[in-house]
T-cell receptor, first 114, second 115 residues
């Protein structure tokens, strides 16, 4: 039961253009969404997050958009830089019955071409 | 520098052998986690601990065991009962606050392979 899905395993974008990474979820109980970035042979690092009560959060070149009716979120990177080449994981948090659960998507490998 | 240290970076297991992956953090975080990453899959939760001397099973706990005797340490043992142990293992920690966007801080991982 994949509650958080990243349907594109890979994405290739030219340097300087916009990168858009997508994530879909099935459970309306998620109340926070996060994006993590991962380089090979390293642990993921937190990038940006958004609360379910918002529809946009921006931090420098990174913007996350949340569409609750479509159960969809996206990460926009503009302009894309070579150092952005990494695997990006979408994650969602839900709180219920005294438990807090974090669920990750499968990841999207972003390649920025010069 | 504060952070999470995982060791070893690479580990090989023989058939029928138990191996232990180390995870130490000096961030003073209450919560610690073990995740497994397989190619083409997301991070799957093995075990987590929100407080010393207490831990809970995650989604794929079978074949694994943990202990949390100290706040700083959360070792993971991959037992012989885990039939497909080859994967990249990630340890993480967080300041556990109920109802917040819990940001995890990850170690650099251990790649476990079967000989």
């Amino acid at each position: 039961d994949q509650q958080v899905k990243q349907n594109s395993p890979s994405l290739s974008v030219q340097e300087g253009r916009i990168s858009i990474l997508n994530c879909d979820y099935t459970n309306s109980m998620f109340d926070y969404f996060l994006w993590y970035k991962k380089y090979p042979a390293e642990g993921p690092t937190f990038l940006i997050s958004i609360s379910s009560i918002k529809d946009k959060n921006e931090d420098g070149r990174f913007t996350v958009f949340l569409n609750k009716s479509a159960k969809h979120l996206s990460l926009h990177i503009v302009p894309s830089q070579p150092g952005d080449s990494a695997v990006y994981f979408c994650a969602a948090i839900m709180h219920f019955q005294g438990a807090q659960k974090l669920v990750f998507g499968q990841g999207t490998r972003l390649t920025i071409n010069p | 520098d504060g952070g999470i240290t995982q060791s070893p970076k690479y580990l090989f297991r023989k058939e029928g052998q138990n191996v232990t992956l180390s995870c130490e953090q000096n961030l003073n975080h209450d919560a610690m986690y073990w995740y497994r990453q397989d190619p083409g899959q997301g991070l799957r939760l093995i075990y987590y601990s929100q407080i010393v001397n207490d831990f809970q099973k995650g989604d794929i706990a079978e074949g694994y065991s943990v202990s949390r005797e100290k706040k700083e340490s959360f070792p993971l043992t991959v037992t012989s009962a885990q039939k497909n142990p080859t994967a990249f293992y990630l340890c993480a920690s967080s300041i556990f606050e109920w109802g917040t966007e819990e940001k995890l801080f990850f170690g650099s991982g251990t790649q476990l392979s079967v000989l």
